[in-house]
């Protein structure tokens, strides 16, 4: 079984300020890692993922995220956040085969202030 | 080229009533998830469909049901229904195999009463 652990459940920064979003994970098996994004009354949006290859693996607005082996985390990072980015994050994992359910961590909401 | 869509939007249900949800996944996929997430939570896998059948199901009690169509959409049944139902219900679709690339609809948000 997997579990994620989001470290922090509120993040506030102000805006330009850069920002790290903890997420440690446990599982007895390899995994595939994720963070989705959740903005207000909305679905979830995949913000990035990791499969294999380069631990450092990067999303289209800014953000990055590094997968750690030896310290079992995926942290998110955003050298310079915007009012846009004030949203609800989820970290996720999932097995590399069967049905692939998504476990996810119980989600870090930032909040970016002006 | 139609993403995940759910229906309805909304619903307000009293305790001890039954409840369906639908969900028509993204054009082409095959596999459907459903998830619930309670507020200030996160999604929580409930179970999954593909060629109508459920391939996996998560921590949930029997009063959670599904169902999957030959053109892959989905529907989510819960039964007497208990004020702790209350929650945001997603669906996600994928190509079975590749749940690395779930793609979610906007979620039905479910008050019980």
């Known amino acids: 079984a997997q579990s994620v652990t989001q470290l922090d459940s509120q993040v506030p920064v102000f805006e330009e300020a850069p920002v790290e979003l903890r997420c440690n994970y446990s599982?007895?098996?390899?995994?595939?890692l994720f963070w989705y994004v959740q903005y207000p009354n909305q679905g979830l949006q995949l913000l990035l993922k990791?499969?294999?290859?380069?631990?450092l693996v990067e999303s289209i607005n800014g953000f990055e995220a590094e997968f750690n082996k030896s310290q079992t985390s995926f942290h998110l990072r955003k050298p310079s956040v915007h009012i846009s980015d004030t949203a609800e994050y989820f970290c996720a994992v999932s097995e590399l085969q069967g049905a692939q359910k998504l476990v996810f961590g119980q989600g870090t909401r930032l909040t970016i202030n002006p | 080229d139609a993403g995940v869509t759910q229906s309805p939007t909304h619903l307000i249900k009293t305790r001890g009533q039954q409840v369906t949800l639908r969900c028509s996944p993204k054009?082409?996929?095959?596999?459907v998830s459903w998830y619930q997430q309670a507020l200030g939570q996160g999604p929580q896998f409930i179970f999954q469909y593909y060629e109508e059948e459920e391939r996996q199901r998560g921590n949930f009690p029997d009063r959670f049901s599904g169902h999957q169509f030959p053109n892959y959409s989905s529907e989510l049944n819960v039964n007497a229904l208990l004020l702790g139902d209350s929650a945001l219900y997603l669906c996600?679709?994928?190509?079975w195999g590749q749940g690395y690339e779930q793609y979610f609809g906007p979620g039905t948000r479910l008050t019980v009463t």
């Open positions: 599982s007895s098996v390899s995994v595939y």
């Open positions: 054009s082409g996929h095959d596999t």
């Open positions: 996600a679709s994928s190509w």
């Open positions: 990791y499969l294999s290859g380069s631990t």
